[in-house]
């Protein structure tokens, strides 16, 4: 009560906010905007400030009234939805959105200075387990006690991420050798290999790699990130807990699974399935039964083994959801897939 108003300052404006702040009031007699100031007790707090002039009869500035509105709980409101729009609530890890950024930011750089920069594609092996045995709230902690061992195992300058369930990316800037990411690649298993111990018990996980290397893999974040989930997959394929770099390799075969996927699903419409029959000879070289066994006639790339397609057969048209029985009479055996409506029949008779 009867000071100037200046006291209040937080000294977080500089001198030219102010000098603006009266060139409006001068030439238009009001002014508005956010400003830091202080409390009575000190503490500094973000405020909407609105200043008119009050004028005289010979319109000359008489006195100026503010009015002053706390905004200290709309500017935290903004400031926690900006965090949820680019952190992961559960670790406070970035999320994919900012992970992102990160690493377009860290491409531009590499590019502008000649470096390399890899990007781990990190996939925990077997986590559902955990969540269906001891439930999601102990996967919520695993997934905490992983973050917080791994951030500490890491560089200040990599850029350490979740993209969201059991995937996260690790950004490694600077490189200069392949050796350097596989060691950082075995330093990430090894950590995740060791137990977790929650509420008396050991968790035990491990976890897959793939791994893309810029300029090599890929210039743009979405090639360089695509090509690390196809090398992780290639980990997971070797059983998991470990590491795989990726290759051209992996994208040809990535797109002939796409196109067999594809035309598996039409085979059978097309009759481009064909059963060829084997027989079983005894040792005295008699014929004593026989073997069904599944061929497919593609149009374009000729009579392909089983061994190439049942696999994605029981991964995407079958979904694993077949039905085996038995004839006691017949002595044959069937299995079939419930979901599409079709039924083979792999039949040895004696």
Known sequence: MGRNPAVLQSGRQDESFYQTMWASLHEQGHWQ???????KNGEVYPQLLTISTVRDADGQPKNYVGVMTDISQLKKSEADLERLAHYDPLTNLPNRLLTHSRLEHALVQARR???????LFLDLDRFKNVNDSLGHPTGDCLLKALTKRLASRLRDEDSFGRLGGDEFTV????????IDVARVARKVIDAI?????????????????GISVFPNDGWEVEGLVKNADMAMYAAKEKDGNGYRFFT???????LFRMKMESSLRKAMDRNELLLY?????????HIVGMEALLRWHHPELGLILPGDFIRITEETVIKNDLVLDRNRGSGASEWGDTLTGYRFSIATYF
């Open 248 to 254: 051209e390799e992996m994208n040809r075969k990535a």
């Open 113 to 119: 200075e000649g470096t390399r920069v890899a990007v």
């Open 193 to 209: 290999s060791s137990p977790f111990q929650f509420g008396g018990q050991e968790i035990f996980t491990s976890t897959s790699i």
């Open 171 to 178: 950004i490694l800037t600077n490189l200069t050798r392949d």
């Open 277 to 285: 029959y084997q027989p079983l000879v005894n040792e005295a070289n």
């Open 33 to 39: 905007g956010e400003i830091w100031n202080r409390r």
